[in-house]
């Protein structure tokens, strides 16, 4: 398992941009698929990206495409979630998610969670 801890969650206005970072912890960051999930207030979570252990490889929630980037800086044990064209319906707690499996390659299975960062899209 890794440790994560999520950051870059505010308050701010429906077109605007917000840039998520999780920094993790542990050896295995490198052989692990990475993700954001975000949860709305009486919604379930729902899976926003992935990014793939090795050459970048990314997915996304078809809400977001286009306007989200994952990525990740595996010298620095960090992925990020770069938010542009924010709507009101990007408001919830977004959560980063490190995958169960070493080397795995198809949807990502979270083993590991931080604790959520808060974004809030003002209409």
């Known amino acids: 398992q890794v440790q994560l801890v999520e950051s870059g969650g505010g308050l701010v206005q429906a077109g605007d941009s917000l840039r998520l970072s999780c920094a993790a912890s542990?050896?295995?960051?490198?052989?692990?698929?990475m993700g954001w999930f975000r949860q709305a207030p009486g919604k379930e979570r729902e899976f926003v990206a992935r990014?793939?252990?090795?050459?970048?490889?990314?997915t996304y929630a078809d809400s977001v495409k286009g306007r989200f980037t994952i990525s990740r800086d595996n010298a620095k044990n960090a992925v990020y979630l770069q938010m542009d064209s924010l709507k009101p319906e990007d408001t919830a707690i977004y959560y980063c998610?490190?995958?169960?499996?070493?080397?795995?390659?198809?949807?990502?299975?979270?083993?590991?969670w931080g604790q959520g960062t808060q974004v809030t899209v003002s209409s």
């Open positions: 990014v793939s252990w090795t050459v970048g490889v990314t």
């Open positions: 542990g050896r295995l960051f490198s052989s692990l698929a």
């Open positions: 998610a490190a995958d169960a499996v070493q080397y795995s390659t198809v949807a990502l299975q979270p083993g590991s």
